[in-house]
C-alpha cells in the first residue's frame, strides 16, 4: 500500500485543467517543504517537473503548479495537452523517530486527455 | 550530458543474490547523493535505498532491510545494489538516480533508464 494517497485516475479535455491530490501525514507531505512531482511516459523513466513543493524545473511551463496545504499536496496541469497524457506520481521525504531519513512515493494517477 | 551505464540486472531464483550497478556521468558524483528507486511491473514507483554522497549514511525501505545493500564508489562514479534472499515481489526494474541532499535522499533530476530485475523459479 502506498504511502501517499493519490487519485488512480483523472482525465480532463485539451486546453482544461486537471490537478491532482496527493495526501499524506504530518510525517512526510504536512511536516516538510521537500515534496516533488514526477512524470512518467509508457516505458520511460521518471521526470522529475516539481521539487519543494512548487518549484519548477527549467525545461517544465508554468502550466504545472504545485501546492501544498495542509498533508495534502497537489499538482495542477492547466492547458492540458496531448503529451501531458502519463502518469504522475508525487513524492516526499519523511523523517522517522529514530532519526532516520526516507523517501515515500503516492500510488501514482494516471492523467487521460480527453 | 547526463548518462547513466547499468549493469547486472537479469533472471534470479527466489532466495538468491544479485548486484546491480550505474556508474553516472555528466556531474559532479563525488558530491552527490545518490538513490534506487523501483517499478514492479504495472505498479507504481517505490523508493529503496539512498546513500550519502560519501557514502557514509544509507537509509533503507522497510522492506528491503537486512537483505539489500548499498554501496557507492566515488573513484568509479559508481553505486550499487546488492540484492540477497531475493523474493518475488523483488521483480521490478530498478532505476538508479541522483539524489537531492545528503539528508533530503528524495530523487531528483537524473534518472537512469532502468535495470531489469526478475526473480522466478
Known amino acids: 500500500q502506498p504511502a501517499l494517497t493519490q487519485p488512480r485516475s483523472v482525465s480532463g479535455s485539451p486546453g482544461q485543467a486537471v490537478t491532482i491530490s496527493c495526501t499524506g501525514s504530518s510525517d512526510d507531505v504536512g511536516g516538510y517543504k521537500w515534496v516533488s512531482w514526477f512524470r512518467q511516459h509508457p516505458g520511460k523513466a521518471p521526470q522529475l517537473l516539481i521539487y519543494?513543493?512548487?518549484k519548477r524545473t527549467s525545461d517544465v511551463p508554468d502550466r504545472f503548479f504545485g501546492s501544498k496545504s495542509g498533508n495534502t499536496a497537489s499538482l495542477t496541469i492547466s492547458g492540458l495537452q496531448a503529451d501531458d497524457e502519463a502518469d504522475y506520481y508525487c513524492c516526499s521525504y519523511r523523517g522517522t523517530n529514530v532519526g532516520s531519513h526516507v523517501v515515500v512515493f503516492g500510488g501514482g494517477t494516471k492523467v487521460t486527455v480527453l | 550530458e547526463v548518462q547513466f551505464l547499468e549493469s547486472g540486472g537479469g533472471l534470479v531464483e527466489p532466495g538468491g543474490s544479485l548486484r546491480i550497478s550505474c556508474a553516472a556521468s555528466?556531474?559532479?558524483?563525488?558530491?552527490?547523493?545518490m538513490a534506487w528507486v523501483r517499478q514492479a511491473p504495472g505498479k507504481g514507483l517505490e523508493w529503496v535505498s539512498s546513500?550519502?554522497?560519501?557514502?557514509?549514511?544509507?537509509y533503507y525501505a522497510d522492506s528491503v532491510t537486512g537483505r539489500f545493500t548499498m554501496s557507492r564508489d566515488n573513484s568509479k562514479n559508481t553505486v550499487y545494489l546488492e540484492m540477497n534472499s531475493l523474493r518475488v515481489e523483488d521483480t521490478a526494474t530498478y532505476y538508479c538516480a541522483k539524489a537531492y541532499h545528503d539528508i533530503i535522499v528524495l530523487p531528483d533530476l537524473y534518472w537512469g533508464q532502468g535495470i531489469p530485475v526478475t526473480v522466478s523459479s
Open positions: 546513500t550519502s554522497s560519501i557514502g557514509g549514511n544509507k
Open positions: 519543494d513543493v512548487f
Open positions: 555528466g556531474f559532479t558524483f563525488s558530491g552527490s547523493a
